[in-house]
Every structure is written in structure tokens, then in C-alpha cells.
């Protein structure tokens, strides 16, 4: 009788953990986050603040897209909160990197990132660094709830809870 072991050799897809598979995916949708702000700075279409609902888009999709394939490698054996975990730390690197990248370009491109907008939002001045803790917090957020959200779909689906137990 063959047992099911998800202890495999070194470098394998079976030992994927829910927070290596974020930090992977997350690395992925920072690296797309940061070419499309870059385009819409050097494009100058930065400053509308309608814009940035694409950078969201952007956001949710790595966030799923972490979940499923968590989801595809660990299939009938990928618990719940790991699920959950993998699409917080995707969404959690995403938007720091995108932060560091915006004081990046803050730094580069001074007077391209013109915040005036965002200040007559919320009524007073956006310094670079506000505006990074107001990355982070967003986009993490915005895993938060997608991950809950995508975690309906994805996740394992067990008839008799205390079956599956007994199996373990």
C-alpha cells in the first residue's frame, strides 16, 4: 500500500508553503504594479486618480492567482488558513514593494508625481512617506479581502469533517 507523503526532495512543488507561495506570487504582482506605475508616470497619466483603480485590478488578480495555485499544488490536502495566509503575504510584499518603488520614483521623478489631487481628496498635504504607509495599508487590505472572498471558491470542500481527521 503506497502512503501519500508531502515531503518530497529539495526544490520540488510538493513542500510549497503558503508563505513562500505568496512571497512568490507577491514578487510577481509587485513586478507588474511597478511597470504599470512607471508607464503612467512617464505617460503622465499618473496624476488621475482613476488610474490607479487598475493598479487594484492588479492587486486582486495576484492575489488569486497565489490562491490557485496553492490551491492546484497542495489539491485535497491545502488547508483553509493557508489558502487565506498565501493571498495576505502575496498582497502584504506586493504593496511594500510598490511603496518602496513609489519613493523610488518620488526620488527620481520629483516633480512628475504630482499628489495635488490626492490632497484636495483628503485635505491636506501627502508626503511621500504618508503615501507609502497608504500603499501598504490599501493593498493589504485589499488582500485581506480578496483572499477571504477567493477562499469561498477555492476552498477544500469535506463532507464529514471528522472523517477527514481520522485520515490524517
Known sequence: MATHSLAAPTGSTATLTAERNGFRYGLLTAT???IYTLIAVLAGFFQD???GTLDIVFLIAGTVLAIRHFRQVRGDHMPYLGGYGT???AALTASIILGLFFILLEAVFPGKLDLTQVQNVFGFE???IIAFL???LLGT???VITS???MQYFKVQVSDPLAM???R
Do not use: E
Request: charged content about 10%.
Open 32 to 34: 507588474v504594479l511597478c
Open 165 to 167: 481527521m481520522k485520515d
Open 134 to 136: 497608504a500603499i501598504v
Open 126 to 128: 501627502l508626503s511621500t
Open 49 to 51: 486618480i482613476t488610474a
Open 141 to 143: 487590505m485589499t488582500g
Open 87 to 89: 493571498g495576505i503575504v
Open 148 to 150: 477571504l472572498i477567493a
